[in-house]
Structure formats: structure tokens, C-alpha cells
């Protein structure tokens, strides 16, 4: 059972750092482009005046890649309700690297409002059973427009200036292939460096990971995935068992 002292700071530190480990989203990226001919057009309204109630609501949602509560390590939940003058409800659930889920208490965010809650603090006041120390994040609501929700995990390691930040982004429909790529870094012996791999989907599917040298050598080998699985691999690891070098 997940088990944290009570007494911790929770003030929020957004400090850009140095890469310690890559996510790498196993999900689409959605683009658009203007027409033949057409050209850009440039919105400076403040976002929370342009999203207003525009229909029946309907059902969203979306997924962070990642989250943590290891020692040493604590996330926060950063979660903006876009809508103007209408309150959102957001029910944010946590996977375990299984794909099994623990849902927290629902949140009531008013309009143009950020929330942040701490993991630790909402999965003690959940009383959820979580034997988990890493995963996943969904969270659930209903509105009139998918983009009702900005949100984000904020990653921190406590007693230094280090932050990571995770965006969620709706479910994607109709993907059937694509790739992400990244880099590693190990600057020290002493460096720890992390693949995340996360299906967010609720079927398995089947990822070819392929690992670089900066000479350009390569190494690879197949990462299967469960339905809402997550996948952390050790770089460090990875190039002993490729044979390859560098930092």
C-alpha cells in the first residue's frame, strides 16, 4: 500500500532542467493545415473567452504519459478549465504500469481556473489501495468542447531544482502507425536515464524501439505493449546490452 510521511512542502517548482530520462507518448499528433491560398490568421483573445458552451456535453478524455511518487520523487496535478462561465469537472484516475486503475476524487474547477493538487495528498484522501510508485494518468470529464481541459503532471525532485513537465492531450482516432523519437544522455556514471513507453490505448500493440549511438550505430529489438501499459527501460541498460557508447 502506498505509504508518504504527511508533512511535505507543496509549493510548486517550474525550473526547465537537463533531460534525466525521455517519455515517449505512444499516441498521435494531430495537425492541420490552411488551404491552398489562405492565410494565417492571428487570435490574441485570452483563450478563456473564446471556449464558451456550445452544445450538448459530451464525454473526453485525456491522458499524461507519466506520473511518480518513488522516494525522492512527488507530482502534482496542474489541471486549467478553459470554458467561460461554466465550472468543469474533472475525475482524474492513476495507472499502474500494469494498465490497472485507481480512481481519485472528482475536482470542481471554476471557469479560467488552474488547479493543482498533489498526488500524494489526493491518493491519501482517496484511501485507494495503490501499490504502485509510477504509471500513468486519465482523467475524465464531460463538456461542449473537447479542449475544455488544459493539463498537465508536474514532476519534481524533492530538494532540487529539477521539474519535469508532462502534457496530456486527447485519445487521437483513427492512428494506425507513426513514431517518436528522443535522445539519451549520461553525462556522469553516476546518471540515471529513463525510457518511457505508455500505450494509452485499450488494446496491445507492438513497438519497435531502436537505440543510437551519436557515432550513428544502431541497435534494436521489439517492446510489446498491454492495453494502458506502461514501460520504463534503463538506458543505461539498453546500451550495455546493444554494446554501444558514448554519453
Same mark, same amino acid.
Given at each position: 500500500? @502506498?505509504?508518504?510521511?504527511?508533512?511535505?512542502?507543496?509549493?510548486?517548482?517550474?525550473?526547465?532542467?537537463?533531460?534525466? @530520462?525521455?517519455?515517449? +507518448?505512444?499516441?498521435?499528433?494531430?495537425?492541420?493545415?490552411?488551404?491552398?491560398?489562405?492565410?494565417?490568421?492571428?487570435?490574441?483573445?485570452?483563450?478563456?473567452? +473564446?471556449?464558451?458552451?456550445?452544445?450538448?456535453?459530451?464525454?473526453?478524455?485525456? @491522458?499524461?504519459?507519466?506520473?511518480?511518487?518513488?522516494?525522492?520523487? /512527488?507530482?502534482? %496535478?496542474?489541471? +486549467?478549465?478553459?470554458?467561460?462561465?461554466?465550472?468543469?469537472?474533472?475525475?482524474?484516475?492513476?495507472?499502474?504500469?500494469?494498465?490497472?486503475?485507481?480512481?481519485?476524487?472528482?475536482?470542481?474547477?471554476?471557469?479560467?481556473?488552474?488547479?493543482?493538487?498533489?498526488?500524494?495528498?489526493?491518493?491519501?484522501?482517496?484511501?485507494?489501495?495503490?501499490?504502485?510508485?509510477?504509471?500513468?494518468?486519465?482523467?475524465?470529464?464531460?463538456?461542449?468542447?473537447?479542449?475544455?481541459?488544459?493539463?498537465?503532471?508536474?514532476?519534481?525532485?524533492?530538494? /532540487?531544482?529539477?521539474? @519535469?513537465?508532462?502534457?496530456?492531450?486527447?485519445?487521437?482516432?483513427?492512428?494506425?502507425?507513426?513514431?517518436?523519437?528522443?535522445?539519451?544522455?549520461?553525462?556522469?556514471?553516476?546518471?540515471?536515464?529513463?525510457?518511457?513507453?505508455?500505450?494509452?490505448?485499450?488494446?496491445?500493440?507492438?513497438?519497435?524501439?531502436? %537505440?543510437?549511438?551519436?557515432?550513428?550505430?544502431?541497435?534494436?529489438?521489439?517492446?510489446?505493449?498491454?492495453?494502458?501499459?506502461?514501460?520504463?527501460?534503463?538506458? +543505461?541498460? %539498453?546500451?550495455?546490452?546493444?554494446? %554501444?557508447?558514448?554519453?
Amino acid at each position: 500500500m @502506498f505509504r508518504r510521511p504527511a508533512s511535505r512542502r507543496t509549493s510548486h517548482r517550474f525550473v526547465t532542467s537537463l533531460s534525466l @530520462f525521455t517519455v515517449l +507518448r505512444l499516441c498521435a499528433v494531430c495537425f492541420s493545415q490552411a488551404g491552398p491560398g489562405s492565410e494565417p490568421q492571428h487570435d490574441n483573445t485570452p483563450q478563456v473567452s +473564446r471556449v464558451r458552451h456550445l452544445g450538448v456535453p459530451a464525454s473526453f478524455e485525456q @491522458f499524461a504519459p507519466y506520473w511518480t511518487e518513488e522516494p525522492g520523487w /512527488h507530482s502534482d %496535478l496542474q489541471l +486549467r478549465n478553459n470554458l467561460a462561465g461554466q465550472e468543469l469537472v474533472v475525475t482524474p484516475a492513476l495507472r499502474r504500469a500494469d494498465g490497472a486503475e485507481v480512481s481519485l476524487a472528482p475536482m470542481v474547477i471554476p471557469p479560467g481556473v488552474v488547479a493543482a493538487v498533489s498526488l500524494h495528498d489526493a491518493i491519501m484522501n482517496s484511501g485507494a489501495q495503490l501499490s504502485a510508485t509510477y504509471g500513468s494518468v486519465v482523467l475524465r470529464y464531460r463538456a461542449s468542447v473537447p479542449k475544455a481541459l488544459n493539463a498537465v503532471v508536474m514532476i519534481h525532485l524533492e530538494g /532540487h531544482p529539477v521539474a @519535469f513537465h508532462v502534457d496530456a492531450s486527447l485519445q487521437p482516432k483513427g492512428w494506425t502507425r507513426g513514431s517518436r523519437e528522443g535522445i539519451w544522455w549520461l553525462p556522469r556514471d553516476t546518471a540515471t536515464d529513463y525510457l518511457v513507453l505508455t500505450n494509452t490505448a485499450d488494446d496491445s500493440i507492438g513497438t519497435n524501439l531502436v %537505440l543510437r549511438d551519436s557515432e550513428g550505430k544502431s541497435w534494436q529489438q521489439k517492446v510489446p505493449l498491454g492495453p494502458r501499459q506502461t514501460v520504463r527501460l534503463s538506458a +543505461r541498460s %539498453l546500451l550495455e546490452k546493444a554494446g %554501444l557508447r558514448g554519453s
